[in-house]
């Protein structure tokens, strides 16, 4: 019997199930499961067997994807987190549509089993509320299922975001959303979020309010005005990301963007994530802002579209800073992507080619 109990409330897919009854379903999805039910099960027996760890992989959006070991007495802790944070007590009904081979999608099964959960499994889709016909207390997407969700939201009452940007066009479309929709601020690392903000309801229409973290969290910055953070409950020892952060307190901030995105041209920072942000609510396709080599300017920033073609006329540049405004528009037909969906920026900028150009 495994030491990692499951909670007398639990159920999956509308049965209750004990770790004898998990493990006999387990290692019946792996020999005839779907993919997605395969991934589930190969979890579900890491989780329940001796080992006080498992191994996770990272997206690899920001980098080389790569294997960590996490504890799990500390994804333990972070799943009642989440639980006191939302106030989802044992009962909840929640929608499971995130691959489980990553971290948002294990702690979507671990936030179940530890809290008592009724937890729905769908496959992870890029419209997973389309063969949905009731309503569930909690889920979590990444923007891009979320943008594919917009018309049956009222299905669901909370949902957290996480695991790429969420656009200024999409905060538009959830604005009057019954559901209560939350932005995340999280990684492998960390064991999902740390740290949330709203992005609909009356709070969120008048101001974009900073990132709070979660109990027993605190932030800083280092000396390149990046994020540390301390979470004791869910890491060891603390975390010093490469995320620039406008730090308002030790337990609030907003979010920059990626030190690594900097554009360096002339000798003036240029910082993607900000302009992009600016221009979201005159582009109606994803994009992104970028820098390229220039033999002058160091860096040259250009704007790069998914799209065949776009009317650049339509562009109002006027809202930018004289040094943001891009020097080059490009139109990629498809953006490269992690398995989970996430863009590649590295990957799509050094693919650009000349004929792209607009």
């Known amino acids: 019997m495994s030491k990692y109990e499951v909670h007398p409330d639990f159920k999956l897919n509308g049965k209750s199930l004990r770790a004898v009854d998990l493990k006999i379903l387990a290692t019946e999805l792996i020999e005839s499961g779907e993919l997605y039910e395969q991934e589930l099960a190969s979890f579900i027996l890491d989780w329940l067997n ?44 929640a929608l499971h549509c995130l691959p489980t081979r990553f971290i948002a999608g294990k702690m979507m099964f671990v936030r179940a089993v530890i809290l008592g959960w009724k937890l729905d499994v769908v496959p992870p889709s890029s419209n997973p509320l389309d063969q949905v016909y009731k309503r569930y207390d909690f889920s979590a997407m990444t923007p891009f299922q979320l943008d594919n969700s917009i018309a049956r939201l009222h299905l669901l009452g909370k949902l957290i975001i996480g695991g790429g940007s969420f656009s200024e066009n999409l905060k538009e479309l959830v604005k009057d959303s019954t559901a209560k929709i939350y932005e ?12 949330i903000r709203r992005v609909n309801g009356k709070k969120a229409k008048d101001q974009e309010p900073p990132f709070k973290t979660l109990n027993k969290v605190t932030v800083s910055q280092d000396d390149r005005g990046c994020l540390i953070v301390k979470a004791p409950k869910v890491t060891t020892d603390p975390i010093i990301t490469n995320d620039l952060v406008n730090l308002l307190s030790y337990k609030k901030f907003h979010w920059l963007g990626r030190i690594d995105n900097v554009v360096n041209s002339g000798g003036i920072k240029l910082f993607p994530e900000s302009i992009e942000k600016k221009l979201a609510h ?30 650049a006329s339509k562009l109002n540049f006027e809202v930018l800073e004289k040094y943001e405004v891009p020097k080059e528009l490009f139109c990629v037909p498809k953006f490269a992507r992690t398995p989970n969906g996430k863009i590649k920026r590295s990957d799509i900028i050094t693919g650009l080619k000349s004929d792209q150009k607009i």
Request: hydrophobic residues 40%; aromatic residues 6%; contains cysteine.
């Open 282 to 311: 005159q582009i109606d396709v994803n994009f992104l802002v970028a820098g390229i080599a220039d033999d002058q300017l160091g860096e040259r920033l250009i704007l790069i579209m998914e799209c065949d073609s776009f009317d």
């Open 50 to 93: 001796d080992k006080d760890f498992v191994f996770v992989n990272t997206s690899g959006s920001t980098g080389a994807p790569k294997s960590i070991k996490l504890l799990k007495k500390h994804m333990i802790n972070s799943a009642k987190a989440t639980g006191k944070q939302f106030k989802l007590d044992a009962g909840t009904t």
């Open 184 to 195: 995340t601020y999280g990684m492998t690392e960390t064991i999902t979020h740390i740290a």
